[in-house]
């Protein structure tokens, strides 16, 4: 499936008549998805992060930056400067395909899903979720994880406020709890 081919096909006009947009310019799109990943509470941290920094760039294809802490916090052992995470922010191609890859493949794959939150907006064209567990990615072998992380997911897009964004992300397949089907319950007339 290429998204960028389906949006500019299909999201675009349909967006244009639901908004009551006349430019096409004005259209919300994606501008980038923002991966961030916080390993400060693990004991091993160096450790952590390496693990996180390599599953990170087989799930998205783009190495991540490594964060740093900016104050020292005594109670977490934790100084100025020290490791804390790794983030990842891709655009474009990259953008597109991790994009398919989360809606198709990755959240049907997470027990018991029933959409995600759809109140997670910024107000000004961003969505952001969490991940508990990033082995729900088919490029992650099971065999090869030493400990499970998780990660924030944030979608920036231009749409000016949450209803253009939701509309968006809805329009591209993102499953939000509240437009997910509820399952019909079985009728016990037999």
Not at 10 to 20: D, F, H, I, R, Y
């Amino acid at each position: 499936m290429d998204l960028k081919k389906y949006y500019q096909e299909k999201v675009v006009p349909e967006l244009k008549n639901k908004l009551g947009i006349k430019n096409i310019h004005d259209v919300p799109k994606i501008e980038k998805v923002v991966i961030n990943c916080c390993l400060g509470s693990f004991s091993d941290r160096k450790a952590a992060i390496e693990d996180a920094e390599r599953e990170i760039t087989a799930i998205t294809g783009q190495k991540p930056i490594r964060v740093l802490a900016k104050k020292s916090v005594a109670n977490f052992k934790l100084r100025a400067g020290m490791d804390l995470g790794c983030k990842v922010t891709l655009r474009g191609r990259n953008m597109y395909e991790f994009l398919v890859r989360l809606i198709v493949a990755a959240l049907p794959r997470i027990r018991d899903f029933r959409g995600i939150s759809g109140k997670a907006f910024d107000g000004r064209g961003a969505y952001t979720f969490g991940i508990k567990d990033h082995t729900i990615f088919p490029e992650i072998e099971l065999d090869k994880v030493k400990r499970t992380i998780g990660f924030d997911v944030t979608i920036v897009t231009s749409g000016k406020n949450k209803e253009q964004t939701k509309e968006l992300l809805a329009l591209i397949g993102m499953p939000f709890a509240d437009r997910v089907p509820k399952p019909q319950a079985a009728s016990a007339s037999a």
